[in-house]
């Protein structure tokens, strides 16, 4: 599992709520990313991080934003969580020469009612 | 930006057949194809990869396939078994940090 731990694994919010993620990794990885999985849709990138305090967004940032204060940390946050924003999150450290050799933690699902 | 296609969306094949899944991607500067098996419950599980100077690469009963000139790349799967029962997503980078996902396929082995 590259050593990446999530959580909460699940969690059910109600619409308008601020909620955080968590990914930790263990093994010192620059590059640190957050994924939504939803059906039909595959895995899109919602904003990665290429070392502490650096972060640019993905292809459905609105709504999400990150922070990485350290290394071995990344954190998700919706500021006010909207039904759309049901889905089932993934981090992932990049490794390799080009940092693209992507490793996934466990998921957390989060519903938001 | 990168676009990446992938088909079917399921396949159900006979315990020991092969299962062949198919991806096709928009930019010709993408060098990186890598597959993922995530079983439910669980993350994407990275179980094979290619990168644009190689045209075949197998791993006992896995093999993955590229063409440059057509833009695709497949997975095969041999002598299947029921534990290769999962969803399977390809993706492909252009050179950098980020990877494009296909949609998935889910593939049922049946006994």
């Known amino acids: 599992d590259a050593g990446i731990t999530q959580s909460p694994r699940h969690k059910v919010t109600e619409t308008g709520t601020p909620v955080t993620l968590r990914c930790h990794q263990t093994?010192?990885?620059?590059?640190m990313y957050w994924y939504r999985q939803d059906p039909g849709h595959g895995l899109r990138l919602i904003h990665y991080?290429?070392?502490?305090?650096?972060?640019d967004k993905g292809e459905v940032s609105d709504g999400y934003s990150v922070s990485r204060s350290k290394t071995e940390d990344f954190l998700l946050t919706l500021e006010s969580a909207t039904s759309s924003q049901t889905s089932v999150y993934f981090c992932?450290?990049?490794?390799?020469?080009?940092?693209?050799?992507?490793?996934f933690g466990p998921g957390t699902r989060l519903t938001v009612l | 930006g990168e676009n990446v296609e992938q088909h079917p969306s399921t396949l159900s094949v006979q315990e020991g057949d092969s299962a062949v899944i198919k991806c096709t991607y928009s930019?010709?500067?993408?060098?990186?194809f890598p597959w993922y098996k995530q079983e439910l419950g669980k993350g994407p599980q990275l179980i094979i990869d290619?990168?644009?100077?190689?045209g075949e690469k197998k791993d006992q009963r896995i093999a993955v396939t590229l063409n440059k000139t057509a833009k695709h790349f497949s997975l095969h799967i041999t002598e299947t078994q029921p534990e290769d029962s999962a969803v399977y997503f390809c993706?492909?980078?252009?050179?950098?940090?980020?990877?494009?996902f296909g949609t998935g396929t889910r593939l049922t082995i049946i006994p």
């Open positions: 992932a450290i990049g490794s390799g020469l080009q940092h693209n050799e992507q490793f």
């Open positions: 930019d010709s500067a993408s060098n990186y």
């Open positions: 093994e010192n990885h620059r590059y």
């Open positions: 991080s290429y070392g502490v305090k650096d972060t």
């Open positions: 290619i990168r644009s100077n190689v």
């Open positions: 993706a492909a980078s252009f050179g950098n940090e980020k990877l494009t």
